[in-house]
Each structure stands twice: as C-alpha cells, then as structure tokens.
T-cell receptor, first 113, second 117 residues
Framework: GQNIDQPTEMTATEGAIVQINCTYQ??????LFWYQQHAGEAPTFLSY????GLEEKGRFSSFLSRSKGYSYLLLKELQMKDSASYLC??????????????FGRGTQLTVWP | ETGVTQTPRHLVMGMTNKKSLKCEQH?????MYWYKQSAKKPLELMFV???????ENNSVPSRFSPECPNSSHLFLHLHTLQPEDSALYLC????????????????FGEGSRLTVL
C-alpha cells in the first residue's frame, strides 16, 4: 500500500518560518508534490521534487530525501494569506501506480497576526 | 483561475435523484481526473481519462458514472447516492497522464460540494 503521513494542524505567527513535514512509504517513487488549498478553493501546485535536495521558489522551499522517504515544505516570512491546507503527494512509478498521485491528509496551517 | 471550471459549485440531492457534475478545462490538456475529498481523509482518485478513454476506475461504486465526450469536458453522473457520498468532488487535468520526466502537475477545479440527504 501507499502511506503518506503529514501533521494534521500547525500554527505560526506572521513573519515567522514554518516547516511542514511529510513522510512516505510507497512501493515506487516518481516525484513528490506539494499543493496549497485555501478553504473553498482549488488545490494549486506549489512544488515538485524528484531528486534529493532543496528546491527554492520565492518564500517557499521544498526538500526531498528519497533514502529517508522524507520531504518538507518550508514557508518563510509568513503572511496571513498563507493560512491554508498543504497537501503532500507522491507519484507512483510502476504498474498500476504509474503516474498516479497518492495524497496525504493535508496539514492545516493557521497564521496568526 | 486555474483553467479548470466545475459546475455546479454546490448541489443538494435526495437519494433517489439523478444529477450530473460538469468539468471543463481550457488548458489543452490530454488527461482529466475525478477526485473525492472528504473531511479528514486524503484525496481519493476516482476516475482517470486519457485522450477521452477511461484508463482507470478506482473501484468506484456504479452509482457514479463518468463520461468524457471530448478532451475538454468531463462529467460525473450521479444516481441513487448515499449520505456517505456527501463530499467535495474535484476535477483536475494534466498535460498527459504519464508525466515522464517533467512535473506534469495537476490543475484542479474549485470543486462541487455535494450533499446527499
């Protein structure tokens, strides 16, 4: 089976840095994705990692360690608008899992003023 | 605006009703998906269409019936649903189903919030 685990909730204050972790145990791996979903809105793509290391995109960075089955999403200089659910997803690479995304339950981030 | 439009945004139906959800993508993508999002649960893949052919049916009950008349439109026909089917139904598209070496990320619509009474 495919297991994607991330914390249910996190809180942080405006201007701070927050790290959202994601661990996965899957039968194959062809990339890890992070999506952001504001309440009542569509999930939107944030980042993609397929090789080990850090990918930086403005205030957001995503890290991957394939050997540890671990990723994190780092949000810097938090803003109120960053309050949202953050979804971690792993893409399968073989057989019936090829190309398919397996999602975690999402981490609800609340940013306080 | 993600380029994927879903209607209706909200739907309330009885267990004996028949209704349909509609999805349209304006991105020129070749693959379209239906996902179910329930509270406290991961997104669940329901159906995948690639170039208008259904390539995956993830053990979804027959009371959900998808239709893909062309690469830009996707429907989910609903009949004799159960209260436990109440959820947010998300449509998504991607350039191709097999993303190859690229990200091939999904573009989601805002969803249709379904309540079954």
């Amino acid at each position: 089976g495919q297991n994607i685990d991330q914390p249910t909730e996190m809180t942080a204050t405006e201007g701070a840095i927050v790290q959202i972790n994601c661990t996965y145990q899957t039968s194959g791996f062809n990339g890890l994705f992070w999506y952001q979903q504001h309440a009542g809105e569509a999930p939107t793509f944030l980042s993609y990692n397929v090789l080990d290391g850090l990918e930086e995109k403005g205030r957001f960075s995503s890290f991957l360690s394939r050997s540890k089955g671990y990723s994190y999403l780092l949000l810097k200089e938090l803003q109120m608008k960053d309050s949202a659910s953050y979804l971690c997803a792993v893409r399968g690479d073989r057989g019936s899992t090829l190309g398919r995304l397996y999602f975690g339950r999402g981490t609800q981030l609340t940013v306080w003023p | 605006e993600t380029g994927v439009t879903q209607t209706p945004r909200h739907l309330v139906m009885g267990m004996t009703n028949k209704k349909s959800l509609k999805c349209e993508q304006h991105l020129g993508h070749n693959a379209m998906y239906w996902y179910k999002q329930s509270a406290k649960k991961p997104l669940e893949l329901m159906f995948v269409y690639s170039l208008e052919e259904r390539v995956e049916n993830n053990s979804v009950p027959s009371r959900f019936s998808p239709e893909c008349p062309n690469s830009s439109h996707l429907f989910l026909h609903l009949h004799t649903l159960q209260p436990e089917d109440s959820a947010l139904y998300l449509c998504a598209s991607s350039q191709d189903r097999w993303a190859g070496g690229g990200a091939g990320e999904l573009f989601f619509g805002e969803g249709s919030r379904l309540t079954v009474l």
